[in-house]
C-alpha cells in the first residue's frame, strides 16, 4: 500500500526540524497501514490552500512490553516552531473499546479486510482525532483571538465547515454550526451570555496512544500479545490464520494485538516520550490523563495508581466499578479481551467455561482504588460525566457508584440538541470535549504557578 511523503506545514518541508535517528523509530509519517484519504491528509499534511492548519503527526516506537512496534498521534500547539523556549504540559487522551475487533462486524480472517477496516473506522488511536475531533477543538480554544464565547462558537463553526470539506464528517453528522453550539452553548458555557469573555485554554501537547482493546491492564496471567502477532510493525494488521476464532459461532475472529501487558506499556510510552522523544525538551513535567469509555476506566485506574504521573484526570462514560461486569456470557459475546485481561478466556467454548480473577479485577477497580487512596470527595483534579442514555448498566451503574462514595450529585448528562442523544457515542463525548480540555487546562494553570 503506497504511504505518501508529503510532509510539512503551511506546505514546508518542516519534517527535517523534528527527524530522530535511531533504531526501530520512524517520524512524520502517515500511518503506515493507511492509504491517505482527505481527512488524513488534511489533518497530517495541510495544504497552503487551507484556512486552518494543524501540527497532527503519526509517531511510532517499538513496544518491549509488547514485543511490537506501536504508533500513537501527537498534536503541537500551533506556534510550537515559532517560539522555540516555551514549554508545554501533555495530555494524553486514552481511546474506548474497539468493537469492530471482535469480528461481529468484519467477519473474516482476511488481512486485506481487516487493514482496510482499521483504516475506514478510524477506531483505538485515531478516534480521537477523527471521531472526537480534538485538534480542531483544542486549536480554537488556545486561539488568543476568540476573546468571547460567541467567538470560540464561531471559530468552531467555520473550522469544522472546512473539515467538512476534506471529508471530515459523516453523511449522519450534524452540521458545522449544530456541532460548534453543541460544544459551546450546550455544555462549555451552557444558558449564559456568549458575549461573555472567554479565557483561552493554556496551550498543550495532546498525545493520542494505541492501547487496543488492552484495557489499559497488564493480563493477568502474563501472556503477551493474543493471539501472537508474526508481523511486529505499527498497522494492526494481521497474517492468514493469526486470527483466533473465540466463539463457538462461526465467523467471530478476534484481531490479534488486543491483548498483552497495556498497563506497563503505557508507563513505557511516557518513558519514551520523556527520555527519547525529540520534543522532550519542550515538554513540562505536569500531565493529563483522560479518556472515553475503555479509556475513561484506564484513564481513572492509572491516574490514582500513579498520582506522581499525572496531576489532572477525566473519564467520560468510563467503566468506574468493573465489579459489575460478572456477565461472562455478556463478556464472551461483546467484550472477549475482558475476559482475558480479568481471568482466564477459553476460546471455542461456552462462556460458562472461562473465569474471572476477582483479585485482579478489584486491584484494577477505579472505585476501590480511589476508596483505598482515602478520597471520601471529588477533588479538583478529577472530573468525570456520563450520558443519559448510555444502554449499558455496567458505566451508568459504575458512576452512580462513583457519585455515591465521593457524595456527589449526578454527573449525567442529559439529552441536549446535537450531543448524541447522551448516547455511548463520539457526537456525545465531541459534544463534551470543550468541558474535558478547560479541566485539565484549568488544573494545568493552577498548578504552573512558580514553575
Not at 497501514?33 to 489533518?43: G, K, Q, V
Not at 500513537?72 to 515559532?82: A, D, G, R, S, V
Request: aromatic share 14%; proline share 5%.
Amino acid at each position: 500500500m503506497k504511504v505518501s511523503k508529503r510532509y510539512g506545514f503551511l506546505g514546508l518541508g518542516l519534517c527535517s526540524l523534528f527527524l530522530f535517528i535511531g533504531p526501530r523509530i520512524a517520524f512524520c509519517a502517515h500511518p503506515s497501514c493507511c492509504s491517505e484519504d482527505a481527512e488524513f491528509s488534511y489533518l497530517l499534511s495541510p495544504k497552503p490552500s487551507q484556512r486552518f492548519q494543524y501540527f497532527v503527526r503519526y509517531e511510532t516506537f517499538f513496544s518491549t512490553q509488547l514485543n511490537k512496534e506501536k504508533g500513537f498521534f501527537i498534536i503541537l500547539p500551533e506556534e510550537f516552531f515559532q517560539i522555540p523556549n516555551i514549554k508545554y504540559p501533555v495530555l494524553f487522551l486514552l481511546h474506548g473499546y474497539n468493537f469492530h475487533r471482535t469480528g461481529i462486524w468484519w467477519k473474516t480472517r482476511s488481512p486485506e479486510k481487516a487493514k482496510r477496516l482499521l483504516c475506514e473506522v478510524k477506531e483505538e488511536e485515531y478516534h480521537w482525532l477523527f471521531h472526537e475531533d480534538i485538534a480542531v477543538i483544542a486549536y480554537a480554544m488556545m486561539d488568543s483571538k476568540n476573546r468571547t464565547y460567541r467567538d470560540l462558537e464561531k471559530s468552531l463553526e467555520v473550522r469544522f465547515q472546512e473539515l467538512s470539506q476534506y471529508g471530515g464528517l459523516t453523511k449522519g453528522d450534524y452540521l458545522p454550526k449544530e456541532i460548534a453550539q453543541s460544544i459551546v452553548s450546550h455544555n462549555l458555557y451552557p444558558q449564559r451570555d456568549l458575549n461573555d469573555l472567554f479565557h483561552p485554554i493554556q496551550k498543550m501537547v495532546i498525545v493520542l496512544p494505541d492501547g487496543d482493546n488492552g484495557f489499559y491492564t497488564d493480563e493477568n496471567e502474563g501472556k503477551n500479545l493474543f493471539p501472537e502477532t508474526k508481523n511486529q510493525k505499527a498497522c494492526d494488521d494481521f497474517n492468514t490464520g493469526e486470527a483466533l476464532n473465540y466463539s463457538i459461532f462461526p465467523f467471530f475472529y478476534m484481531k490479534p494485538g488486543a491483548l498483552g501487558r497495556h498497563e506497563s506499556y503505557f508507563l513505557e510510552l511516557l518513558q519514551y516520550i520523556e527520555s527519547q522523544f525529540p520534543y522532550r525538551k519542550r515538554l513540562l513535567r505536569r500531565r493529563g490523563l483522560g479518556g472515553i469509555s475503555m479509556g475513561g476506566f484506564g484513564a481513572i485506574k492509572l491516574g490514582v495508581k500513579y498520582p506522581h504521573l499525572f496531576q489532572s484526570i477525566s473519564s467520560q462514560s468510563g467503566l468506574l466499578d468493573i465489579e459489575l461486569l460478572q456477565d461472562k456470557w455478556m463478556l464472551k459475546m461483546v467484550m472477549p479481551e475482558f475476559l482475558e485481561v480479568f481471568g482466564h478466556f477459553e476460546p471455542y467454548k461456552l462462556p460458562s467455561s472461562s473465569s474471572l480473577d476477582t483479585k485482579h479485577i478489584q486491584t484494577n477497580n477505579p472505585l476501590v482504588l480511589v476508596r483505598e487512596k482515602g478520597i471520601n470527595r471529588l477533588p479538583e483534579w478529577l472530573y468525570f460525566d456520563y450520558g443519559l442514555k448510555e444502554r449499558f448498566n455496567g458505566i451508568t451503574e459504575g458512576n452512580k457508584n462513583f457519585e455515591r462514595f465521593l457524595n456527589e450529585g449526578s454527573h449525567q448528562i442529559p439529552l441536549q440538541p446535537f450531543n448524541g442523544k447522551s448516547g455511548h457515542n463520539y457526537q456525545f463525548w465531541r459534544s463534551r470535549s470543550g468541558n474535558i480540555l478547560k479541566h485539565h487546562s484549568d488544573v494545568f494553570i493552577h498548578g504552573l504557578i512558580g514553575s
